[in-house]
């Protein structure tokens, strides 16, 4: 049973507001209707951030709309929501965190090839406010470039 993998919410300002150090894919423990609503694409991951609690690390303010056809099952859209990863790899964020002052945040959110849900997390360290405006004036005059190339290929 394939399906088709067209769902990939994405955390566009993660990259604006952080510098991504290192990636780790990770599996979501889900209830039957979050995983449901993921697949109409009735998520986001905007303003969500990843967080210990003990040993273990879970997502918190991740939105995930209620499903649309549930009865009075169904999830709280706010809720935290628990990361597996390896033990190995949890250790090594953790100490990270712990010792660096580094932050871990979410890129994307997508359906895997067997149907399960999986969220790419990244290592990051917050950018400066002069950073933040270099990339911005690196984004203008890259796109500057790109009109003077076309109108001077015409």
């Known amino acids: 049973m394939k399906q088709e993998n067209t769902i990939n919410i994405k955390n566009?300002?993660?990259r604006f507001e952080y510098e991504i150090l290192d990636k780790y894919?990770?599996?979501i423990k889900l209830a039957g209707t979050e995983i449901k609503s993921i697949r109409e694409g009735k998520a986001?991951?905007?303003e969500s951030f990843c967080?210990?609690?003990?040993?273990?690390?879970?997502?918190?303010?991740?939105?995930?709309?209620?499903?649309s056809?549930?009865?009075?099952?169904?999830h709280q859209p706010k809720s935290s929501r628990k990361l597996l990863l390896n033990r190995r790899e949890l250790n090594k964020l953790l100490k990270e965190v712990k010792n660096s002052?580094?932050?871990?945040?979410?890129?994307?959110l997508f359906?895997?090839?067997?149907?399960?849900?999986k969220m790419q997390i990244a290592l990051a360290k917050g950018k400066?406010?002069?950073?933040?405006?270099e990339v911005i004036k690196d984004r203008d005059s890259k796109k500057r470039l790109g009109q003077i190339k076309k109108a001077f290929n015409n």
């Open 12 to 14: 566009k300002k993660a």
């Open 25 to 27: 894919i990770a599996g």
């Open 44 to 46: 986001s991951i905007a």
């Open 51 to 67: 967080e210990f609690e003990g040993n273990e690390l879970f997502v918190i303010n991740m939105t995930i709309q209620e499903y």
């Open 69 to 74: 056809h549930a009865t009075y099952f169904n």
């Open 101 to 108: 002052g580094l932050t871990i945040v979410p890129l994307r």
């Open 111 to 117: 359906i895997n090839e067997r149907g399960l849900a």
């Open 128 to 133: 400066k406010l002069y950073d933040k405006r």
